[in-house]
């Protein structure tokens, strides 16, 4: 596999970072898709929880790109961004970057856009509130 462009770091700090384990590896050490998918999905849904202060749901995922391998060992950061929001919905931007245990060069390994819809106690769209500043 070619080496993978660099890509400008993502401004901000990272909504999650966690550490690629080798429960979450398939036989050849590979991080597995999936697992990376769902890291993605806890931090858009920290990000769409804090906006929209309380209950969000996973509605979509949209245009997932997995640009380079995640190897047992290494950090993963998770980047997301606020996109934009509808009367109950959010689209929210992630980038994944991986970092070795053994070195500080970071390399964007994944991105998506996930779509959240707000909850109410019963489990229906609501509105978000206002924007605080």
């Known amino acids: 596999m070619p080496a993978p462009e660099p890509s400008a770091l ?9 550490i690629a384990m080798p429960a979450d590896a398939n036989p050849a050490g590979d991080i597995f898709g999936g697992w990376l998918m769902a890291q993605m999905d806890l931090a858009a849904g920290n990000l769409a929880a804090r906006r ?3 209950r969000c749901v996973t509605v979509a995922v949209d245009r997932i790109t997995f ?9 993963v950061s998770l980047y997301a961004d606020l996109l934009r929001t509808g009367h109950s919905s959010m689209t929210i931007h992630v980038e994944a970057w991986r970092r070795s245990r053994d070195g500080e060069d970071r390399v964007k390994v994944t991105e998506a856009t996930f779509s959240f819809v707000a909850l109410d106690q019963g489990r229906r769209p609501r509105s978000l509130p206002a924007e605080s500043n």
């Open 67 to 75: 640009l380079s391998p995640v190897f047992v060992g290494d950090e």
């Open 52 to 54: 929209a202060r309380g």
């Open 10 to 18: 993502p401004a901000g700090e990272p909504a999650i970072r966690t």
